[in-house]
């Protein structure tokens, strides 16, 4: 049976209401999109500390590109003299080496959970260099990320790192739906591939599949939406 994390944050965040504490969260963000709607329903409960860690994102103009995108996020949501963020080392290297023999592995698979783990081991590290109090990821708002998952690597890394893991699966509630929402407000850039030159061309065989599905219609491809 899954474990209602979003149960356990809203308890969590209520007793920090009625104490009036705000511990600091160490988040991980994967992209601008994502973190949007995380940001404005924590950043009221936590001093938070983003982390951008993400060595699987290829080429390096779209991992540039991303961390632009959230940068421009936080001025524009007002929270950057509140927010501190962090900027990882980028080492696309240590991603291939953690994946290799992965390759052919299918999205949301093996390599995958190698990717998670070696993102969130950064981030619990991080989190217990800096002293933080929580750590945890924004990847649960995807509909398309393994919430089980992630919670299961971040709780392994909390009792190796001795940090605690914020309990979250950030797609509740109409998380989701509302990071959709924000991105249009901001006029946030949606990147329609997870990151990682595999994803990338599992995203151009959809988009190839559907635009020549659409031609078999008889549909014109320059009105066939994005993914």
Known sequence: MQIPYQKALDTLLARL????????????????????????????HFRLVLFFYNPNISPQAEYDKRLAELRRMLADMGLLGEVHLIEGRYEPERFFAAVRGLEDAPEGG????????????EAARKAAEIGADYFCTTLSISPHKDAELLAQLSRQ????????????DFKKKGGYQASIALSRQYGLYRQDYCGCVFSKAEAERR?????SQSVCKGESPCNTPKN
Do not use: K
């Not at 890394?157 to 979250?168: E, K, N, T």
């Not at 988009?207 to 635009?211: L, T």
């Open 207 to 211: 988009r190839a599949n559907h635009m």
């Open 157 to 168: 890394l909390s009792d190796r790192f001795h940090i605690p893991w914020l309990p979250s």
């Open 110 to 121: 093996a390599r995958c959970r190698v990717c998670f783990s070696l993102r969130l081991g």
């Open 17 to 44: 209401d009625e104490t009036g504490e705000r511990p600091t969260l160490l988040l991980h963000c994967c992209c601008a999109p994502c973190s949007s709607y995380v940001l404005q329903s924590l950043h009221a």
